[in-house]
């Protein structure tokens, strides 16, 4: 399974990002796909994810009410649609594939793509 996200940038506090991951791969329908971030001098933490058939969707409680995760199957694509973005949203974006109970708990997934800066200036 292969991960491309983008979409990342300079956003000031109230604004919206929205990120995408293309993800291709023969077994990728194998797998639910999701974001994670790390701000500098923290550790990576989960932001949400869904599940192949769309049908589970889970959200960090950080980030409930304010971002969005979706997939669209024709472009074997899943977006992170980011409103009302905070400073403390500031982190590298990283998409990842792998089951849902390794996604909430960020522990052993199966595969991660390159990350995208998100940038929220105060």
């Known amino acids: 399974v292969q991960l491309q996200a983008s979409g990342g940038g300079l956003v000031q506090a109230g604004g919206s990002l929205r990120l995408s991951c293309v993800v291709s791969?023969?077994?990728?329908?194998?797998?639910?796909t999701g974001w994670f971030r790390q701000a500098p001098g923290k550790e990576r933490e989960f932001v949400a994810a869904i599940s192949w058939g769309g049908s589970g969707i889970w959200y960090a409680d950080s980030v409930k009410g304010r971002f969005t995760i979706s997939r669209d199957y024709a472009k074997n694509t899943v977006y992170l649609q980011m409103n009302s973005l905070k400073a403390e949203d500031t982190a590298v974006y990283y998409c990842a594939a792998s089951s849902i109970a390794r996604m909430r708990s960020g522990v052993g997934i199966d595969y991660w793509g390159k990350g995208t800066q998100v940038t929220v200036s105060s």
């Open positions: 791969g023969r077994t990728a329908s194998s797998y639910s």
